[in-house]
């Protein structure tokens, strides 16, 4: 997992690592950096005695919201930090990695680890759509990855897959990894629903467009309306004519491609120029149910999902492909708030500021995207943007009452 983090880095040079697009985003350099420092600080500096800091001026540099360990660089600071260097980042990686080995043997340290794994798959994901967004910034759109490999979307009929409502239990419900906010499990009552097999594509989009999707404010939410006044937002972030940009640089748009990189008010106002509507994250995941696959490992598996895999990095670049699989391509928006579960309580300690602190404003995506590491989701995953956001591999999948 830790090479893989720095497999997806080996196409940056010093100055790409560096950069920070925007606030939302942060340099590829401080994801190795602050992915390191959750080892060092969690499990090394915890339960190693005599343990010393790489370098303590550090934490300072790469902590990111844990308020328990003390004052830490701004976040819209990030990318100022020209020092430490690449190389210097990727040594204090590999000693952070010689000095976990020990560690690993420990069975009552197994979920700190696991959690630490967990989270760094997130910054993996993270690291690929903060530096895209970075190398859009270059009127050159340079290309971070190889295109010459480029596979045509698949093209596939839409079918509606139906539930015909009653109680589901929802969260998880395995003796496996999961976040403290994907549970504890519970009932929810459900209507009877259906949920469309695939993912809207750029086709479809496209015709949203044409048609003045855009400008027309009855199909829109109120702030979603400010949104698009305000921002001038007439496509998909990553649009130009006919073209989108990509990891492997500009290219030419695929129409039967998924659609992605798209806000929540863009997915509800497209939902209801076409007559239906998001689903629920409830209903999302009673249809996903036993469809995920975590116990997929790094080789490609087609029937999985589109997702990011160690042995394709470079190969063929990352992005959507759709399909007829609930996971993979593009996380998905739901209508539902990122709230917490019925009893709901978050973890002790330090690491109780990791997801339950969130729990305001935003809207819960399922699925997961082709940036997601492979393993790295499952039915219960709730994922959580603003609704203004769209740097992220984010598309939808509709839905409609029965």
């Known amino acids: 997992m830790r090479s893989l983090t720095e497999a997806l880095a080996a196409p940056l040079g010093d100055a790409d690592a560096t950069i920070q697009s925007m606030e939302d985003a942060s340099p590829a350099k401080w994801h190795l950096a602050h992915t390191t420092w959750f080892f060092e600080t969690f499990l090394l500096s915890e339960h190693v005695d005599g343990y010393e800091p790489f370098d303590p001026d550090w934490a300072f540099l790469f902590n990111s919201y844990y308020e328990s360990h003390g004052e830490r660089n701004a976040r819209f600071n990030r990318g100022m930090i020209s020092r430490p260097s690449l190389d210097e980042v990727l040594a204090y990686r590999a000693h952070v990695n010689a000095a976990m080995e020990p560690l690993l043997a420990d069975d009552e340290l197994a979920p700190l680890v696991v959690l630490g794994c967990a989270h760094e798959q997130q910054h993996q994901e993270l690291l690929l759509t903060d530096i895209k967004h970075a190398l859009f910034q270059n009127p050159l759109g340079p290309a971070m990855f190889d295109a010459a490999r480029d596979p045509a979307a698949k093209r596939c009929e839409p079918e509606w897959l139906s539930y015909p409502g009653g109680i589901a239990k929802i969260g998880h419900q395995s003796d496996g990894f999961a976040y403290d906010c994907e549970g504890p499990s519970h009932r929810a009552l459900l209507e009877p629903f259906a949920m469309r097999s695939t993912l809207v594509t750029n086709r479809e989009w496209a015709e949203f467009v044409a048609d003045g999707g ?189």
């Not at 995941?285 to 589109?306: H, K, L, T, V, W």
């Not at 990122?338 to 109780?352: C, D, H, I, S, T």
């Open 214 to 402: 855009y400008d027309d404010a009855l199909l829109w939410l109120s702030d979603g309306w400010a949104w698009v006044q305000e921002n001038d937002v007439q496509a998909p972030l990553y649009w130009r004519d006919g073209e989108q940009f990509t990891h492997a640089g500009w290219r030419a748009r695929d129409p039967d491609a998924p659609v992605t990189h798209i806000s929540y008010f863009e997915a509800d106002a497209f939902a209801t120029w076409a007559g239906r509507r998001l689903p629920t994250e409830f209903e999302w995941e009673a249809i996903a149910r036993g469809q995920d696959c975590p116990e997929c490992d790094a080789a490609f598996d087609s029937a999985a999902g589109n997702q990011l895999d160690a042995g394709r990095i470079g190969a063929t670049p990352v992005m959507p492909r759709g399909g007829t699989e609930l996971f993979g391509d593009c996380w998905q928006w739901t209508r539902s708030a990122y709230l917490p579960f019925p009893r709901f309580r978050p973890a002790e300690g330090a690491v109780g500021e990791y997801n339950g602190k969130f729990m305001s404003g935003q809207f819960v995506l399922k699925g997961a995207s082709c940036a997601t590491a492979r393993g790295h989701s499952r039915a219960s995953y709730r994922n959580f943007f603003y609704p203004h956001q769209r740097w992220q591999f984010t598309g939808l999948r509709l839905a409609k009452d029965i």
